[in-house]
């Protein structure tokens, strides 16, 4: 999963991406660490495009993107928001939704 830095490879990357996945976690945040790697497996057996950001780096994207909790998970597919799941993830849920868009 490749970090984006700026808010602006965020946008450029929404704009110019098919699909993928936008993980979102916090510093100090044991649930985001603790979940990363999970979400990480689905992606990887699934061959998905993945990013994530801090979400405390990167404060346009917190507001623009109502990004309140942590950790936060969204699908993009054709520069829209098709699923978001925050706080409390359910993987069975996230591997389902990644699979209807491959």
């Known amino acids: 999963m490749e970090k984006i830095k700026t808010y602006n490879d965020l946008l450029e990357t929404i704009k110019n991406k098919e699909k993928f996945l936008l993980y979102i976690k916090t510093e100090g945040c044991s649930v985001c660490e603790a979940d990363f790697p ?3 497996e ?3 057996e ?3 495009t993945s990013y994530y950001i801090q979400a405390d780096e990167m404060t346009e ?3 623009q993107l109502n990004l309140y909790s942590a950790p936060i998970v969204i699908l993009f ?3 829209k928001e098709i699923h978001r799941q925050a706080r409390i ?3 069975s849920e996230l591997d ?3 699979k209807q868009t491959l």
Do not use: S, T, W
Request: net charge positive.
């Open 42 to 44: 689905i992606i990887d």
């Open 61 to 63: 994207a917190v507001g």
């Open 38 to 40: 999970r979400v990480k």
């Open 89 to 91: 993830i359910d993987f």
């Open 96 to 98: 389902y939704r990644v």
């Open 46 to 48: 699934n061959n998905y």
């Open 77 to 79: 597919y054709n520069g």
